[in-house]
């Protein structure tokens, strides 16, 4: 039971809901700015809508697979979870998806639009981003 407390302190304290304009810095001195035709408001409108910019959410899906983190990375094709099926095209362990810091997470996110799919692999970018004005997402950034 101590373990168990001890865990999901840890657990808590390493969850992290970034803010919108230090998201939108980050992913820009990430280079993700127009990274492959994907503008920074796409980005963060893409954040918001899969994970509202909490690194810490999972979502499991009917397939078996789980998506995890700030973009909300599917377990199916990207990352290893040690339990579904996977392509893991991006080499890595889901639970690095889960870090506060995002470095692993963009990595994966760039590797995902690359796909012939592009951006549109994300369900709720086109739900909720695609077409649409997003300026909002980015104002007042200074970005
Ligand atoms: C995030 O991790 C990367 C790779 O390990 C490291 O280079 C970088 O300094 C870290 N960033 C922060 C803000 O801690
Ligand atoms: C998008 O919305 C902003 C703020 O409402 C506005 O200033 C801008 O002109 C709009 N852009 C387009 C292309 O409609």
Redesign the pocket.
Known sequence: MRALVFLLVVAVANARVYDRCELARILKNSGMDGYWGVSLADWVCLAKWESDYNTDATNHNTDGSTDYGIFQINSRWWCNNGYSRTSNACGISCSELLSPNLSVAIRCAKRVVRDPNGIRAWVAWRLHCQGR?L??YI?GCGV
Do not use: D, T
């Open positions: 004005n300026s909002s104002a």
